[in-house]
């Protein structure tokens, strides 16, 4: 036989037995394994494994990860049998499984952060929040002569939802500057410069003030908003932190839907007075007002697609927990039975039954992680399912915090939408954000 021959034999039969493993079991198995893995530290994690054929596992950290008990860095995989994964230090690892000890099939990064453990929250609290300029949420026309009236903010080019942040320079951290800046303008007839942001971009225009025959004032010809409040619900606090999270979604302008900016703001006690109940088609509310406004829970630094976060001090009273519990990264939520925690009369948090009946599996950060349905009678009872001002509260599962309530189903108000505590976790700062990696966990 030929050499040449003898090559493409071999080539041939190389590539049999690839695409023979390609879609064997073993390699399929391999393949369901994730990309990423997080633990935390001292945690453990099974790599389920269908491999009937003999494997090898090894790890370049043995000293951060261990494999079924051992600090050796390699270990032949027992057939059909899980790979013990445990957490040792803070810190990257990769692991390598090959069959046969020789063909890498599958490399799996690990992440080992520290240690979490929060206190859930539920309690209702008030959200008052300035944002970080004077946002536009309407067009003012100004009488300016009997035939005649103009928006001189419209025809600027200033549209609803822009955040103006400068007038000639001067940075406007409050709505009150404003009328004495348009004012001297006026009279000096003068254009005013304009700094604000429409979404992520800086923009500027020059504005002319008008005078108002009517109201004898000078206008801008725009209506304007730099604050905000209202009822949500406290979701977690981490104590070693000292952060807390809240509502589970934006704060956006009631009249632009904008999402709001954060210059500053505070959360404050609230007392919820009754409930408006949810009917089919017409979501319920919580009535509440606002307690101890000089006794601040907490500051509001950012404003995300999860919710409000900010510094406190000390976990708030009235909670349900007096040590704080775990938390489940996505992959462990699991559909069955789970609890939310809120408050539906006065200021003491409860305990009501849910069932998740939906759990999405998320790449990247999304609001609409899981879908839970009321089941508790005496929540349905009092509230008719979820209403507005619940949004935040807490979501337990086998005794961990796995996620908030974020949305209702306008047509089925015992249903509605939650999001996964590590998204709000990660705009907290409490864990360090990932990009666009798969996240797979299941701790012990």
């Known amino acids: 036989m030929s050499s040449n021959l003898r090559k493409k034999l071999f080539v041939l039969l190389s590539a049999g037995l690839l695409c023979f493993l390609g879609t064997s079991k073993p390699v399929q198995s391999f393949a369901a394994i994730p990309n990423d893995v997080r633990l935390f530290t001292g945690n453990s994690s099974m790599l389920q494994l269908?491999?009937?054929?003999?494997?090898?596992?090894?790890?370049d950290r043995p000293d951060v990860l261990q494999m079924n008990g051992s600090s050796l860095p390699t270990l032949q995989v027992s057939p059909k049998q899980p790979l013990n994964l445990s957490s040792h230090r803070i810190g990257n690892a990769r692991l390598t499984l090959k069959l046969f000890g020789t063909i890498p099939?599958?490399?799996?990064?690990?992440?080992?952060?520290?240690?979490?453990?929060?206190?859930p929250g539920g309690q209702t609290i008030g959200v008052k929040v300035k944002s970080a300029g004077i946002l536009v949420v309407g067009h003012h026309?100004?009488?300016?002569?009997?035939?005649?009236?103009?928006?001189?903010?419209?025809?600027?080019?200033?549209?609803?939802?822009?955040?103006?942040?400068?007038?000639?320079?001067v940075p406007l951290t409050d709505i009150s500057k404003v009328g004495t800046i348009v004012e001297e303008a006026g009279i000096g007839k003068r254009k005013l410069e304009i700094s604000f942001k429409r979404g992520e971009k800086q923009l500027s225009t020059k504005l002319t003030p008008a005078y108002d025959e009517e109201d004898k004032a000078w206008r801008l010809g725009l209506y304007i908003r730099d604050s905000a409040a209202g009822v949500g619900t406290l979701t977690f606090y981490a104590p070693d932190q000292g952060v807390y999270g809240a509502l589970g979604h934006v704060i956006t302008d009631m009249n632009t839907q904008t999402p709001i900016e954060v210059g500053s703001g505070q959360i404050v006690e609230s007392n919820?007075?009754?409930?408006?109940?949810?009917?089919?088609?017409?979501?319920?509310?919580?009535?509440?007002?606002?307690?101890?406004?000089?006794?601040?829970?907490?500051?509001?630094i950012s404003n995300t697609h999860f919710g409000i976060f900010g510094k406190m001090t000390k976990n708030p009273e009235h909670g349900l927990y007096k040590e704080p519990i775990s938390i489940a990264f996505a992959e462990e939520v699991k559909e069955g039975p789970a609890e939310i925690l809120t408050v539906v009369d006065g200021q003491q948090v409860e305990k009501f039954k849910v069932e998740i009946v939906h759990v999405a599996r998320q790449d990247a950060p999304s609001t609409k992680g899981l879908v839970l349905k009321i089941t508790d009678p005496k929540l349905i009872n009092k509230t008719g399912g979820i209403v507005q001002g619940m949004s935040g509260s807490p979501i337990v599962q086998n005794g961990k915090l796995i996620g908030a309530v974020t949305h209702v189903f306008v047509n089925d108000p015992k249903s509605g939408y939650g999001c996964f505590i590590e998204w709000m976790l990660q705009d907290s700062g409490v864990i360090p954000k990932q990009s666009n990696q798969q996240i797979n966990l299941k701790a012990s």
């Open 141 to 169: 026309l100004v009488t300016v002569s009997q035939d005649n009236r103009i928006s001189p903010g419209e025809n600027a080019g200033i549209q609803l939802g822009d955040l103006m942040t400068h007038m000639d320079g």
């Open 105 to 119: 099939i599958k490399t799996v990064r690990i992440q080992v952060i520290p240690g979490l453990k929060v206190f």
């Open 50 to 59: 269908a491999v009937p054929v003999n494997a090898q596992a090894s790890v």
């Open 272 to 300: 919820v007075t009754s409930i408006s109940k949810s009917q089919d088609g017409e979501p319920g509310e919580k009535r509440a007002h606002f307690l101890k406004e000089t006794n601040i829970l907490g500051n509001i």
